[in-house]
C-alpha cells in the first residue's frame, strides 16, 4: 500500500477542514459587522433626521409667532408708513413680545429702507442707524416673506450668539400690499444649545447644526458667541446644504464616528449627527469577539487534529518503510544464505533474482569478468513473472557484456553508462542502475537492475541495497577462486609430499646401501687385523703389533663414524624410534663407567661415579640412555690430559640430571654456542679421534626424551656438560619402594 | 668334528670366515651362494650355516628358507652388513637362528658357533 506523503496529507487535511470553518467564520463576521454598521448608520441617519425636523419646528414656530406678532400688532401701528408710525405702539409691542417670547431676547423693527426705527430692549443710540448690511435684510427683502438667517450678524447686536428671524409688516393683503417695514426678531443660540446638549446625553449621538454660510450654530459643548466653521471641503456637507441627505465615516477629535447628514428644509442648514463607532459597532463588536472565540476555539481543535492525525500517518508510514525495511532485510537474508548453501552458479541465480525483487525491478543481471577473454560474461539474470520474454536474456547479455572493470566500477544509471558509445539497443528499457561486484580493489563482476519505459526512476537507497546484495555475490565468487585455488594448493601439496616421500626413501635407501658397502670392507680390515694380532700366522713383533693395532681402531673408528650418520640421519628423518620405560639411572651410570674406564686408565685418569641427592625413576630409554652418557664420557676423556671425569647423578625436585665433569682443556666461550653442532671439535692442537658427531647426537636423544642439555666450560679448567630429564611421575612411587637407590658407585 | 657351512659372495670374507673358524678346530666348507649353500646343505652333514643375505642369484633369505625346508633343525645365522635398527629383530621373525653384525670381532663369531654347534 503505498501511502500519501506525510505532507501532502497534512495539506489535504487542512484543506478539507480549515477552509470550510474559516470561510464560515469570516462570512459570519462580515455579515454581522455590516449589519450592524448598517444599523449605526440608520441610527445616526435618523438621529440626524429627528434633529434637524425638530430645529425646523421650532424656528418655524419662532418664525410663525413673529409672522403672526407682526401681522396682528406690528401691522396696525405701522400702517401708512415711516412718516405714520405710532411710536409709542411700536415700542410697546416690541418690550411685550420679548416678555413673552423667552427664546427672543431682543426684537426691533425696520423702515423699508433698514433704518432701525425701535428696539426693546430700549437701545436709544441704534435708533435712525441703518442695518442694511445684515444678512437677514437682504434675506428678507429678497424673499419677502419671513426669513430665518444663519448665525447672523447685525448692527443691532454684537456677539455672534443668536439667528435673526426677519418678516416683512405689508399692508393688509389686497390688490397690492404696501411695505410698511420689517420686524426682526433675535433668537438666541442658547435654546438649540441646551438641545444638542441633553440630545448628546440622552442616546450618546452628538448633533451639530451648521448654518448655510458653513458656520456651526450648535454642537456638543459648544461656547456660546465662539465662531466655528464646518470643514470647507466636506464634500457631504455640501451635499446637504442643496438638500440631499447623506452619511459617512469620519474622525472627530481622533475617534472613529459615523456622520448622517440631514438638511433642515427651508433654512439652508443642515444638521449633522455623529455617533462614534465603538458605539455603533458595539453589537458587532461583540458578536465579532464571539465568532473570534468559536474560531480560536476551531483552530485549536484543527491542530490538535492536524497532530493526532499527523501521528497517525507518521505511525502508518513507520509501520510501512518497518514492513519493507523487513522485507530487505528478508531479501538479503535469503541471498546470505543462499551464499552459504548453495554455491557458484545456483547462488548467483538467487542473489540476481532477491536483487530484483529488492529494489522491485522488471529485470536484473549479474555479469562476472573474465580477466583471461577480457569479457564481463553474464552468468545469471531474472525477470518479472510479466517479462518472461526470452529475448531477455539477450537483453541483459547486452546491457552486461560491454562492460569493462573501470566501466562497471563507476555505478550509476546504466543509461548514461550506454551512452558511451556501446551498441546496447534501449527500446523499453526504463530506469535503471547498475552496481560494482568488487573484492577490494579488484572488480570481479557488476549486478544491474532495470525498470520499463515510464516506471519510476531508482532512488539513492536502492543503489545501497543492490551494493550489499553485490557483496554477496562477491562472497559466492571469492568462495569459488578460494575453492579452485585451495584444490590446486593441496594438489601441489600432495605432490611434493609425494615427492618427498620418494626422496625420503631414496635418502633412506642410500643409508642402507652406504652402510652395508663399507661395513663389507671393514668387516675385513678389523678381521684381518685381528688375525695378525692373534698371531696364529707367525707372530708379530712390537713395532708390527702397534702398527696392525693402528689398522684396527682406525676401522672401529670409521665404524662408529658410520653408525653415528646413520643414527643422526634416523633422528633427523623422525625415524628414531625410543623404548621408554621407567628406569633407575644409577646402575646404568656405573655400566657406563666400566666400559669405558679401561679408555681412561690408558691415559691415566681418574673415571668416578656419583650420586647425589638420591635416584628418583625417570621414563627412558636404556640404550640411548647409555649412548648418551657413554657420548659425553668419551668426549670428555677426549680432551682431558691428567685428573679425571667425574659422573656426577643429581636428584632435582622434577628432574633428574646428569653432569660430566673434567679437568680438560675447556672450551673457549665463542665455541660454547656451537659444541652441540655436528662435526665442530675444538681446536685442541693434538691428534684427537671421533666423529664429531657424539654431542650433537647426545643432544637430539635428550631432546627426544623431552629433556634438556647444556655445558659450563673454563679454558684450562675444565668443562662441565650435563643434560636433564624429567622424573617419571606415574612410575615414581612404585619404583622408589621396589630399590632404594645406591649412595655413591666406588670406581 | 664340528662342521661349518660359510655362505658368502665375498672372497675376502670367506677367507676371513674360514681362517678365524679353523684355527679354532671347526671344519669349514665355503659356499659362495645360496643355490650352492642349498646344494651342500644336502650333499653332507652341517651343525651351523653363516649365511650372507646379499648375494647374487639365491640370496641369503631364500637359502636359509630352503635349507630349513629339508633340514629344519639345521641353525641358520644371519651375517651381514645391514646393521639398521631392527634388521637383528626381522632376521630372527624370518626364521634365522641367530644375527650378527658385520664387522664382527672374531671372539664374538667363535663363541655364537660354538654355542649353536653345541646345542642339543
Known amino acids: 500500500m503505498r501511502l500519501l506523503s506525510r505532507r501532502s496529507a497534512v495539506v489535504f487535511f487542512f484543506v478539507i477542514t480549515g477552509v470550510p470553518i474559516a470561510l ?146 405689508t399692508s393688509r393683503p389686497g390688490a397690492a400690499p404696501v411695505l410698511y417695514g420689517y420686524v426682526v426678531a433675535l433668537f438666541g443660540l442658547q435654546q438649540i444649545q441646551e438641545f444638542v446638549d441633553e440630545f448628546q446625553a440622552s442616546n450618546g449621538t452628538g448633533v451639530c447644526l451648521v448654518d448655510s454660510a458653513g458656520f ?116 538479503l537474508n535469503e541471498a546470505a544464505r543462499a551464499v552459504h548453501a548453495e554455491r557458484g552458479l545456483r547462488a548467483l541465480q538467487i542473489i540476481a533474482s532477491r536483487a530484483r525483487e529488492l529494489v522491485v525491478a522488471d529485470f536484473s543481471a549479474l555479469g562476472v569478468w573474465d580477466p583471461e577473454t577480457r569479457r564481463m560474461d553474464l552468468v545469471a539474470h531474472d525477470a518479472s513473472a510479466d517479462l518472461s520474454d526470452p529475448a531477455l536474456q539477450h537483453l541483459a547479455a547486452r546491457l552486461i557484456e560491454p562492460r569493462k572493470p573501470a566501466l562497471a566500477a563507476s555505478r550509476g544509471m546504466l543509461v548514461e553508462l550506454i551512452g558511451d558509445g556501446h551498441d546496447v539497443d534501449r527500446r523499453g528499457l526504463g530506469p535503471s542502475l547498475l552496481v560494482p561486484v568488487t573484492a577490494g580493489d579488484r572488480v570481479l563482476g557488476c549486478l544491474a537492475v532495470c525498470r520499463l519505459e515510464g516506471s519510476p526512476d531508482f532512488h539513492s537507497l536502492n543503489e545501497s541495497q543492490l551494493l550489499q546484495m553485490s557483496q554477496h555475490a562477491t562472497s559466492v565468487l571469492e568462495k569459488a577462486r578460494h575453492d579452485t585455488e585451495r584444490e590446486a594448493f593441496m594438489d601441489r601439496l600432495s605432490d611434493t609430499n609425494a615427492e618427498l616421500e620418494r626422496a625420503n626413501q631414496l635418502k633412506s635407501q642410500f643409508l642402507a646401501r652406504m652402510s652395508h658397502e663399507l661395513r663389507t670392507p671393514l668387516s675385513a680390515i678389523i678381521g684381518f687385523s685381528e688375525l695378525l694380532l692373534e698371531g696364529g700366522s707367525g707372530r708379530l713383533n712390537q713395532d708390527q703389533r702397534g702398527d696392525v693395532n693402528e689398522i684396527a681402531s682406525a676401522g672401529r673408528l670409521l665404524l662408529d663414524v658410520i653408525n653415528d650418520i646413520l643414527d643422526l640421519s634416523r633422528i633427523e628423518a623422525g625415524r628414531m624410534r625410543l623404548d621408554r620405560e621407567p628406569i633407575r639411572l644409577g646402575s646404568l651410570l656405573t655400566d657406563v663407567a666400566s666400559a669405558l674406564r679401561p679408555l681412561a686408565h690408558e691415559k691415566a685418569l681418574e673415571l668416578r661415579v656419583a650420586i647425589v641427592g638420591g635416584d628418583p625413576p625417570v621414563l627412558a630409554d636404556p640404550l640411548r640412555f647409555r649412548q648418551i652418557v657413554t657420548n659425553l664420557v668419551s668426549n670428555a676423556l677426549k680432551f682431558t690430559r691428567e685428573g679425571g671425569v667425574t659422573i656426577r647423578l643429581l636428584a632435582l625436585p622434577k628432574e633428574v640430571e646428569v653432569s660430566v665433569l673434567d679437568t680438560g682443556i675447556g672450551i673457549p666461550p665463542p665455541a660454547l654456542e656451537y659444541v652441540f653442532d655436528e662435526f665442530s671439535q675444538v681446536e685442541s692442537g693434538g691428534g684427537l679421534e671421533g666423529t664429531g658427531l657424539g654431542l650433537s647426537i647426545a643432544q637430539r636423544l635428550v631432546q627426544l626424551h623431552g629433556g634438556s642439555i647444556g655445558v659450563d666450560s673454563e679454558v684450562g679448567v675444565g668443562s662441565r656438560f650435563w643434560f636433564r630429564l624429567p622424573v617419571a611421575a606415574g612410575a615414581a612411587a612404585s619404583l622408589a619402594l621396589a630399590a632404594p637407590p645406591a649412595e655413591e658407585a666406588a670406581p | ?47 651351523v650355516v653363516l649365511m650372507d643375505l646379499e648375494m647374487p642369484r639365491v640370496d641369503g633369505h631364500q637359502a636359509m628358507r630352503l635349507i630349513k625346508a629339508s633340514h629344519p633343525a639345521l641353525p641358520v645365522v644371519a651375517v651381514t652388513a645391514y646393521a639398521m635398527a631392527g634388521d637383528s629383530e626381522r632376521c630372527r621373525e624370518e626364521g634365522f637362528d641367530d644375527y650378527i653384525s658385520k664387522p664382527y670381532e672374531i671372539g664374538q663369531l667363535r663363541s655364537l658357533v660354538a654355542r649353536l654347534a653345541t646345542r642339543p
Open chain 1, 24 to 169: 464560515l467564520i469570516y462570512s459570519a463576521i462580515a455579515i454581522s459587522t455590516s449589519s450592524a454598521v448598517a444599523q449605526a448608520e440608520n441610527g445616526a441617519a435618523g438621529s440626524a433626521q429627528t434633529s434637524a425636523v425638530f430645529i425646523h419646528q421650532r424656528f418655524e414656530a419662532v418664525a410663525v409667532q413673529v409672522d403672526t406678532f407682526a401681522k396682528q400688532t406690528m401691522a396696525p401701528a405701522m400702517q401708512g408708513g415711516p412718516n405714520h408710525y405710532d411710536m409709542a405702539g411700536i415700542g410697546a409691542g416690541l418690550s411685550d413680545f420679548i416678555r413673552v417670547q423667552g427664546d427672543v431676547d431682543t426684537a426691533f423693527v425696520t423702515d423699508p429702507q433698514g433704518q432701525l426705527v425701535s428696539i426693546a430692549p430700549q437701545r436709544n443710540d441704534l435708533v435712525g442707524k441703518y442695518l442694511t448690511g445684515d444678512d437677514w435684510y437682504r434675506g428678507v427683502r429678497a424673499q419677502n416673506s419671513p426669513f430665518v438667517s444663519g448665525l447672523s450678524s447685525t448692527a443691532a447686536r454684537q456677539s455672534l450668539d443668536s439667528v435673526a428671524i426677519a418678516t416683512p409688516v
Open chain 1, 216 to 331: 456651526v450654530l450648535a454642537e456638543p459643548g459648544l461656547e456660546p458667541g465662539s465662531v466655528t466653521s464646518w470643514p470647507a471641503g466636506d464634500a457631504m456637507m455640501r451635499g446637504a446644504l442643496l438638500g440631499h441627505p447623506g452619511q459617512a465615516p469620519m474622525t472627530h477629535d481622533g475617534v472613529q464616528e459615523l456622520a448622517a447628514y440631514a438638511p433642515v428644509p427651508g433654512f439652508g442648514w443642515v444638521v449633522v449627527a455623529d455617533v462614534p463607532r465603538s458605539v455603533a459597532l458595539g453589537a458587532a463588536e461583540r458578536l465579532r469577539m464571539t465568532m473570534l472565540t468559536i474560531a480560536g476555539i476551531l483552530a485549536v481543535m484543527l491542530f490538535v487534529g492536524l497532530v493526532v492525525g499527523w501521528s497517525l500517518v507518521h505511525r502508518a508510514q513507520q509501520s510501512a518503510s518497518y514492513r519493507s525495511r523487513m522485507e530487505s532485510l528478508t531479501r
Open chain 2, 1 to 47: 668334528m664340528t662342521s661349518v657351512l660359510l655362505v658368502d659372495d665375498d672372497p675376502r670374507m670367506q677367507v676371513l670366515g674360514r681362517k678365524v673358524l679353523e684355527r679354532q678346530g671347526y671344519r669349514v666348507v665355503v659356499a659362495a651362494d645360496g643355490g650352492e649353500a642349498a646344494a651342500a646343505a644336502d650333499t653332507e652333514p652341517f651343525d
